[in-house]
């Protein structure tokens, strides 16, 4: 039972991974792979966890065609980090049932077969939640909110593109996509909890 959590920036994707994890009883890896990446390579987390959500198109600059200013060591680390987050994904999937939240795991996990699940929300409930959970040093004002929105999603859908044929956020791309606008988290889980129970034992089911 492996579930990858791919969400919208304030949709509520990473809370709702962490309680069906906890309803499913299984681990869930979110910035425990951040701090992964860190260790083995002595980095920063928080220079990883900036690298690891932007878009990685920069450190591509062959498969592109043209010439970038970025310093040749920042594109370097970049690679670094992406590949070292794939190995260490594919690593904590092969170890057993888990969740896995963002990493572009249900792309780099497609040969597992796992049940992926896309988080989505309207404007106004993602503003708001992020609004609601921003650290006291920041103030953020509603504009910068939205276009810290819009970057992260966008940075998102890049970095998804080096791995995919079909777009970020695609219904044609995930098993299960779940709408939070105006909605409490925590009261989806229970029977999101049950239906994952139901795909995963109709789906072994038919292997058979």
């Known amino acids: ?70 310093p040749y060591k920042v594109m370097e680390q970049s690679i670094m980090v992406a590949v070292t987050q794939q190995k260490i994904v ?25 049940l992926r699940i896309f988080v989505y929300a309207d404007r106004p409930s993602k503003l708001k939640r992020c609004q609601e959970r921003a650290a006291e040093q920041e103030k953020f004002t509603v504009a910068e909110m939205e276009r810290r929105m819009r970057q992260i999603d966008k940075n998102r859908a890049k970095k998804h593109e080096l791995t995919a044929s079909i777009p970020w956020g695609a219904k044609e791309g995930y098993d299960l996509c779940i709408n939070t606008s105006g909605r409490e988290i925590k009261a989806l889980v229970p029977a999101l909890a049950e239906y994952i129970k139901s795909w995963f034992s109709s789906e072994y089911n038919a292997m058979e």
């Open 90 to 114: 594919q690593k904590l999937a092969q170890q057993g049932d888990c969740v896995i939240i963002g990493c572009c795991a249900d792309t780099v996990l497609a040969h597992l077969h796992p």
């Open 1 to 70: 039972m492996i579930i990858t959590i791919s969400r919208e920036f304030g949709s509520g994707g990473r809370e709702l991974g962490k309680r069906l994890s906890d309803a499913l009883h299984l681990p869930c890896y979110d910035n425990e792979i951040i701090e992964m990446i860190s260790k083995e390579h002595g980095l920063d987390a928080g220079y990883v966890a900036r690298v690891s959500e932007n878009s990685l198109r920069a450190a591509y600059p062959l498969t592109i065609g043209r010439r970038f200013s970025i």
